[in-house]
């Protein structure tokens, strides 16, 4: 999930889209062969609410938009109904050990399966670490792709939300609705 990216890339791009939850944008690097690479995301029109979230080592100087950013497509199939296609975009996010980790185990919690937080915090190896979970998910800065929206309270319910309760019922409800039911 932590990809490097090119430190001769001077900007990032950035793209606004609308889902029927709000506007959506995405922040986009690029690797060190050249590809993109997701720093940030999140159901908000505004840079300026993405740029803070971005770790100091992949911020680079500043920010270019591109409506035609590549990885838009897979934000498309997502809210037209293919709840997996965000699965294999890459992602760069920095922190210490446990939080890169569970960012990478929150990538492993399926759509329409949601977890709880005791149950996101054994399935990170740490099944005592609760708050610790909670934090990564709060901390989480690639909302959608790094779907930190699936994690629940141990009561079931909603728990917090960067982009708001109302986005996070949203996504829930949308990959409910989507998602390949298991056998």
């Known amino acids: 999930m932590t990809a490097l990216l090119d430190p001769t890339a001077p ?21 060190g062969n050249g590809r993109d690479v997701v720093l940030a995301s ?6 300026d609410d993405l740029w803070p979230v971005i770790h100091r080592a992949l911020r680079p100087g500043g920010a270019d ?13 997502f809210v037209t109904g293919d709840v997996t296609a965000i699965d294999d975009v ?10 890169e980790e569970a960012w ?9 399966r949601p977890d709880t937080y005791a ?9 005592a670490a609760v708050r610790a979970a909670a934090n990564a998910c709060a901390r989480n800065a690639a909302a959608l792709f790094v ?6 309270g141990s009561d079931g319910g909603l728990g917090g939300f960067r982009w708001g ?8 409800d949308h990959e409910a609705e989507h998602a390949a039911v298991p056998a």
Do not use: I, M, N
């Open 11 to 31: 900007r990032v791009r950035y793209a606004t889209v609308p889902t029927p939850p709000g506007p959506f944008t995405v922040v986009v690097g690029a690797d």
């Open 42 to 47: 999140g159901w908000t029109a505004e840079l």
């Open 65 to 77: 938009e591109d409506p035609r950013l590549p990885v838009l497509s897979a934000v498309e199939a």
């Open 90 to 99: 890459p992602v760069a996010q920095r922190s210490g050990p446990f939080l």
């Open 104 to 112: 990478q185990v929150l990538r492993t919690v399926p759509a329409g």
């Open 119 to 127: 149950a996101f915090a054994a399935r990170c190896g740490r099944p």
């Open 147 to 152: 779907p930190c929206h699936r994690v629940l």
């Open 165 to 172: 309760t109302p986005v996070k019922r949203w996504l829930l």
